[in-house]
Every structure is written in C-alpha cells, then in structure tokens.
Nanobody
Framework: QVQLVESGGGLVQAGGSLRLSCVAS???????MAWFRQAPGKEREFVAA????????YYADSVKGRFTISRDSAKNTMYLQMYSLKPEDTAVYYC??????????????????WGKGILVTVSS
C-alpha cells in the first residue's frame, strides 16, 4: 500500500510564501517525484519535478525563480517552497511519483501514484 500525503497548504496574501510537504509511505519504485496543480475550470499543469537519486530539478516556466523543489530521502518527503506567490498560483496542488523519466518533461500520463491534493489560495 502506497500513500502520498500533502500538507502545508492554506491561505496567503500575494507576495507571501508557503512550503508544501509530501510524505510517502509504503514501498514503491520511483525515478522522480513531482508537483502538479489544477485551478478551477483549468487543466492540470506541471509545476516542478525532482529526480529521487540525483536531486536534479525541473520547473515550469511560470514558477522558475519563485519555487524550489527538494527532497529528503531519509524521510521519504518532498517539499515545494513557494515564494512571491501570485493569485494565479491559486490551485489544488498534487504530489505525484513516477517510476520512469517522463514526469521530468511535465507529462502525467505515466504517474504511478497521486496524493489527494491540497489547496493553496493566494489573495490579491
């Protein structure tokens, strides 16, 4: 049984910061883990990914320079540190894992496990 559980969401004002966490439990293989987000009425979009062994980071253009993805392998935890938040960052953020490389290119077709999501709301 594998679970991905997000935490750290909430309501912040524009320009503020939040740190999301994703704790993984159970045994599973992973090449990379990633964050996706989905705003109401919009399609799910890629935010950031990190390879689990090497820690190489990948970002969507919309968040480069503002968000930082990281992981603590010993704790089976992935983080997303978000700075300079904008109202357009408002969305449900999902943690995901992938056993192959595709997720680092922003693709979600092969995601093995998804978290339930956590809401981030940025007020103007």
């Amino acid at each position: 049984q594998v679970q991905l559980v997000e935490s750290g969401g909430g309501l912040v004002q524009a320009g503020g910061s939040l740190r999301l966490s994703c704790v993984a439990s159970g045994r599973f293989s992973r090449y990379a883990m990633a964050w996706f987000r989905q705003a109401p009425g919009k399609e799910r979009e890629f935010v950031a990914a990190i390879t689990w062994s090497g820690g190489r980071e990948y970002y969507a253009d919309s968040v480069k320079g503002r968000f930082t993805i990281s992981r603590d392998s010993a704790k089976n935890t992935m983080y997303l540190q978000m700075y300079s938040l904008k109202p357009e960052d408002t969305a449900v953020y999902y943690c995901a894992s992938d056993s192959d490389i595709s997720v680092v290119f922003g693709k979600d077709d092969g995601i093995d496990y998804w978290g339930k999501g956590i809401l981030v709301t940025v007020s103007s």
